[in-house]
């Protein structure tokens, strides 16, 4: 009867919340955005390195040993080969065991980091100690410069010569000039006899000269007014008066092979060039010269 058959309720729970592909797009976006930020630290780990973690971290992952054989042997058994570079009979048995022999992994780039590297410390050493040997030199040159105004000073027959010794620093070196004033010559006129005081004021330059290593060079000058009775004119005087300051500087103990030149200008050099027949223009003009002193043999920075 139909009546007994028992009824049966179906209910059917709908979900809505996570659309047709529910929510498997969560989790690959999540896995999208790891990716990300991984891919963006791995960035910035590689520019924060240097150079010698990055060769560091390449030696780590390289292959610690690759095989040479072209064949198959190599194995635990080392089966025959008709290769040369497979298993070597010997034995009774006429089997041996190899071993493929181990590489070192060589990163081309490494080697040029540090030769490049090397080569920029020796750069780098260099200029460091051609700025301390020239920081040196100069002081080496203002205390020569202060050394000679003292003894001008301490010494009364030159007192009256102070305004005739001019003392500055060109790119050349310490220049020392003995100029002629008004009414006091260094020389007498015409002639490349010096005077006694020039005399007294040559060996006070040479007692200078002689604290320093460096070479020298000695230069005359005359002012633009011609010479009268001599070939030469004034590049003749202005050489000879040139060539009398070396012979005194060498009376007083300056080494011959630290003069490096004498030089005769005559007027082509006037110290006061809007008044070429300036009494100032004849001078004596003695230069120590820049100079670096030689690293000894086989020296390495």
Do not use: C
């Not at 230069?219 to 004119?233: I, N, V």
């Amino acid at each position: 009867m139909t009546g007994d058959r028992p009824i049966v309720i179906k209910k059917v729970i709908k979900v809505t919340g996570g659309g047709h592909h529910g929510g498997a797009w969560k989790v690959a976006y999540a896995d999208f955005v790891t990716a990300m930020m991984a891919f963006f630290l791995l960035m910035w780990l590689i520019n924060m390195t240097s150079p010698e973690q990055k060769s560091g971290v390449a030696d780590y992952f390289a292959p610690a040993s690759v095989s040479e054989s072209k064949s198959g042997a190599g194995g635990v058994l080392g089966g025959k080969s008709l290769g040369d570079d497979g298993a070597k009979s010997s034995g009774a048995d006429g089997r041996k065991s190899t071993k493929p022999e181990p590489t070192t992994y060589t990163d081309p780039s490494k080697g040029s980091s540090e030769n490049d590297k090397e080569n920029s410390e020796q750069t780098i050493s260099e200029s460091a100690l051609d700025e301390a040997l020239s920081r040196r030199e100069e002081m080496a040159f203002q205390s020569a410069a202060e050394s000679l105004r003292q003894a001008m000073k301490d010494m009364p027959e030159l007192a009256e010569l102070s305004k005739s010794l001019i003392i500055d620093q060109t790119p050349e070196g310490l220049r020392i000039q003995i100029v002629d004033q008004e009414g006091l010559s260094m020389f007498e006129p015409g002639s490349i006899a010096p005077k006694p005081r020039t005399v007294s004021l040559l060996r006070a330059v040479a007692a200078i000269i002689n604290r320093l290593p460096n070479r020298i060079t000695i230069s005359g000058h005359t002012d633009s007014a011609p010479l009268q009775g001599a070939d030469g004119g004034n590049w003749d005087l202005s050489f000879g008066r040139a060539n009398s300051a070396r012979s005194i500087v060498r009376q007083n103990g300056v080494p011959a092979d630290r003069i490096f030149s004498v030089i005769g200008k005559a007027g082509s050099e006037p110290l006061y060039p809007d008044d070429p027949f300036m009494a100032g223009n004849r001078r004596i003009s003695i230069v120590l010269l820049r100079e670096s002193p030689p690293l000894p043999p086989g020296h390495r920075l």
